[in-house]
């Protein structure tokens, strides 16, 4: 029943201060988190934020700008090997490879982005994949092993926290990995928001419509795989600096395949997706592995189809929906924020 | 010369394998404009079911027809059960349930048969066959040439020369036509799941000797048949064939003759004619150009 | 009115949420031609479709007797309708005699097929000299000829026409509904024809409907329509 107020009340609270009252908790538990855990229990949190970086890199791409990726590990494998060279190699602190580790990949992202714009949906699909079957087998060439340590890989030193801080390494890297993910999720909402982020949008929903309304194509959608790559090589970096451990078999097609299954059970374009992803894909498994040694991989391929069947908004697509019908139920007109969509309907065949 | 010849008959058996699986691709990339990015798990699904009916006691080649018939089987299931459903849902979606799939059958094949690289018989003896200047090449890449072009030919023959063939011709180009002659679209794509998977079928037990069984078996052949299939034109299924057998000739040549390559960066060399044929002519060599209307 | 093939009542039919047809009555006697008239957009290629299955309709549509309305498409071309649709709906990609097959396709006794061939080939003799060609690589008019070859190749009882003169040339549509009529007489197949010129059905019908925005606002015996001046100014423009 509608309500003849023009903004309502649940249990006494309008609904911005609703949404403001829900940050704030998440913030204070994002918090404590580490400081009430095991170490590793931390380290499995701070992997979470990790993975949900990586797949708000992903989503940057393919969900709100439509670009088919199905080989973000590459990127991802960019950022670590870059800062595991420069901290095995070159000594480099671990908080000077974190930029360079992005504008590595921000650069190398713009240099696929190039290529990228000849090729639509299904070829893109495919190009990307062969790069995710490929990226091990590069990482393990003999010419490169002076740098990349080969197929054994190269072992990173973890990082001390500073200025003696009474906490473990494992709870400085976790409010380090924090601070980095609060930090890209804000720049990449702002990024959404601006007219650049309504251009790429525009982009996925109707390609030659948005040339015709005067956006450089060609321009946003390199810079988009650029931002994207980017975004995906921090998480990178931040994954290697985490596991200390970087080897090719790590990089490979089932990598992409994870932020793929984040991606779609988190939410295509949305970024609170991405941390239910992450969350995703750092503790399932882990239950799952209990089940049997083979069932992770299997529930990954089961909820990818189960939720392009019966849940394709993912998780925040889910959550929007119970979100809207508490709305209805207790009418509030400041709510009705731009419904980014999930993208468009009609499939293009070739004929 | 000894070592050109090989590494030819060598690249054309593997190119056969590569054919095999890009012609199971363009079959259904003709019938329902999409891509099985699952096609080659599938292929190796099938090889481990023949590995356990050997296993069993099965003569090699009542086995090989017996897992032919079930992936025949099983693909027309899952093309009922799984596509269907979603076939009018976004690109993206369905290019999700392929990797799903892909995903499932990888790990449910680790699960029942484990990790453990296994051999795999080949029907073909084991002495090398003496060709042309005394040159010798293994008898299992002449079986797997010969196989492959058996294959094809039946293939050839069904498309070209029965009703049936021709009706699942027909439902490809033209579904609306199709049903105003009385064609079951439905059914025909079934069918042409079921000959895509009964061809994998085959390309996973003739490469299964070679590389040994394993559920990893399988991914990088596929790449191999995308960029087989993507050369020779993906609406053109001889082309398919063709551009199998070019890619499986030029990966062996530009391995053994190009220094930096060398065995370790073969992948790299399909994705690089991957990138290539689309960038410069996505309609593969022997495609048709077609122009989309805006 | 047991001498209908095709009996519909309150046709309404609709893409997605427009309808389109608003309550049609309409029949087709058996061995009859009945013309189905109107402007661009009046709904006449839609009438085909309903009938056809190929889109969503509410009413009546009986063939035979038989209610076939919600049947599939493939299902009621078995029961012997067949449609030659607007755009001739060839199959571009595969050559002249393996479109008129197609055509017998699902034709139980194989053994009329052969002859039914040569049949097609004398009747459109230029069909006969490109066997082999591509069908997209021919004419227009071939391409309607092939496009009736095909149809006729599946016996059928009925046959649907979407507008057969569109883009030819005055001389080959005179041939091609010479031919048509004869069919209808010889063979006793009965004809609905969907057309926007007028005249040319009008003289080959025995009944009319025009149609306008999806309702009938005329019908009667063909002679009658096309005698009266009036009537056609106003609704057929001429």
Known sequence: MPSAVSSATLWGLRAPSWKKLSMATVGVVAVVVPLVSSDYRTFQFTLALVYAIAILGLNILTGYNGQFSLGHGAFYAVGAYTVAIMMARWSVPYYLTLPVAGLVCLVIGFLFGLPALRLEGLYLAVATLGLAIAVPQILKYGRL??????????????????????????????????????????????????????????????????QAMGINTALVKSLTFAVSACCTGIAGALGATVVQFVAPDSFNIFLSISFLVGMVVGGLASISGAVYGGLFLQFVPNVAEQISKAAPWAVYGLFLIGFMYFMPGGISGALGRVWEGINRRWGSKDLHRASIATGPSTRVRDE | MDLLIQQLVAGLATGGIYASLALSLVMIYQATGLINFAQGEMAMFSTYIAWTLVNAGMPYWPAFFLTVGCSFVGGILIERLVIRPVENAPMLSIVIVFIGLLVVFNSVAGWIWTHTIKPFPSPFPDQPLELIAGTAVPMHAVGVVV????????????????????????????????????????????????????????????????????????????????????????????????????????????????????????????LVIIVLVVLVRPAGLFGKVSVTRV | MTDALFEVRSLHASYGSTEVLFGLDFTLDHGGITGILGANGAGKT????????????????????????????????????????????????????????????????????????????????????????????????????????????????????????????????????RIVGLINKEQGVSLLLVEQNASLALDLADRAYVLETGRVVLSGPAQQIKGDAKVRRSYLGY
């Not at chain 1, 494992?170 to 928001?193: G, P, S």
């Not at chain 2, 991914?219 to 499986?248: D, E, H, K």
């Not at chain 3, 299902?75 to 199959?91: K, Y």
Request: charged letters at 15%; one cysteine or more; proline letters at 5%.
């Open chain 2, 147 to 270: 196989v492959t072009l058996a294959v094809m030919a039946l293939l050839y023959f069904f498309f070209r020369f029965t009703p049936l063939g021709l009706a699942m011709r027909a439902a490809a180009q033209n579904p609306v036509s199709s049903r105003l002659v009385g064609i079951r679209v439905g059914r025909m794509l079934a069918l042409g799941w079921g000959l895509a998977a009964s061809v994998g079928a085959v390309a996973g037990m003739m490469v299964a000797p070679i590389v040994f069984l394993d559920p990893g078996m399988m991914s990088g052949i596929l790449l191999y048949g995308f960029a087989g299939a993507l050369l020779g034109g993906i609406g053109n299924p001889g082309g398919a064939v063709l551009g199998g057998f070019m890619v499986g000739v030029m990966e062996n040549l530009v391995g053994t003759y190009v220094p930096f390559v060398g065995n370790e960066l073969k992948l790299t060399v399909a």
């Open chain 3, 46 to 177: 839609t009438t085909l479709r309903s009938l056809c299955g190929m889109v969503k309709t509410r009413g009546q549509i009986r063939f035979d007797g038989r209610r076939i309305d919600g049947m599939a498409t493939e299902d009621i071309v078995r029961l012997g309708v067949a449609h030659v649709p607007d755009g001739r709906g060839t199959f571009t990609g595969l050559s002249v005699e393996e479109n008129l097959r197609l055509g017998a396709y699902t034709r139980k006794y194989r053994q009329g097929v052969a002859r039914d061939l040569a049949e097609v080939y004398d009747h459109f003799p230029p069909l006969a000299n490109r066997r082999k060609q591509q069908a997209g690589t021919l004419s227009g008019g071939e391409q309607q000829m092939l496009a009736l070859g095909r149809a006729l190749m599946l016996k059928p009882r009925a046959m649907l026409l979407d507008e057969p003169s569109f883009g030819l040339a005055p001389l080959i549509v005179e041939e091609m509904f």
């Open chain 1, 145 to 210: 092993e002076r740098w990349t340590g080969g197929v054994q890989g190269i072992v990173i030193l973890k990082p001390e926290s500073p200025f003696g801080l009474p906490l473990s390494q494992d709870q400085w890297l976790y409010f380090f990995t924090l601070a980095v993910t609060v930090a890209v999720f804000i720049a990449v909402r702002n990024l959404l928001r601006s007219r650049s982020g309504r251009a790429i949008v525009a982009i996925r929903d109707h390609h030659v419509a948005a």
